[in-house]
């Protein structure tokens, strides 16, 4: 079998990933900032470290392109070189991303290119509008939902517009950690 490719994504319990604004929860104001506390945690050897470190080891990105834009303003990305996939409706002439990243605007391609690229490490989708289209597509594996104990009420929800109908999930695993549960699913077929 070949990789799978795994949607990482913190979201709060009433299914928001991001502000109004898109951005990390921060600018929310009360619990917020709570959506990305467990990386606080990123170098223990607790679940919160060992979740961080095998989202290192994935070996190809699959990024939306308004997520891809996001993270450029933030400093990029921090994927030590891994290939950069970045699923986008449109390329206008001469617009290239830096580093390792490319622009695919099939969503089939993307993730061919990204398996191929990532060899027997997982790849890493990073974007609601990227996961969705894969889910779409059918041609999402997993979801790793980091999941935090915080109702934000507003801002963008992760899986609106899916328009895939019932989806059958298999739970795979669950960590309970600091300010967070990761629950990682299959994807029923």
């Not at 319990?13 to 959506?35: C, H, N, P």
């Not at 506390?37 to 990105?61: F, I, K």
């Not at 392109?65 to 990029?76: C, D, Q, S």
């Not at 990532?118 to 509008?129: Q, T, Y």
Request: one cysteine or more; glycine letters at 12%; hydrophobic letters at 40%.
């Amino acid at each position: 079998m070949s990789a799978p490719i795994r949607l990482y994504m913190s979201m709060s319990l009433d299914g928001f990933i991001a502000g109004e604004d898109d951005r990390s929860g921060q600018e929310l104001g009360r619990g917020g900032g709570r959506l990305f506390n467990w990386l606080d945690d990123r170098h223990s050897d607790g679940p919160n470290g060992q979740v961080y470190r095998e989202a290192l080891a994935t070996g190809a990105l699959i990024s939306g392109r308004r997520t891809f834009e996001l993270a450029k303003r933030w400093n990029g990305d921090h994927h030590d070189g891994v290939p950069i996939f970045v699923l986008t409706h449109h390329v206008a002439k001469g617009d290239n991303p830096p580093g390792s990243a490319r622009f695919v605007t099939d969503v089939e391609e993307c993730a061919a290119r990204a398996r191929a690229a990532a060899g027997d490490r997982p790849v890493m989708v990073h974007g609601a509008g990227a996961a969705q289209s894969l889910l779409r597509a059918g041609l999402l594996d997993e979801m790793e939902i980091h999941l935090v104990q915080v109702l934000l009420g507003r801002g963008r929800r992760l899986f609106d517009s899916l328009g895939t109908g019932p989806l059958p999930l298999e739970l795979v695993r669950r960590l309970p950690a600091r300010d967070v549960t990761h629950l990682r699913y299959r994807i029923a077929r």
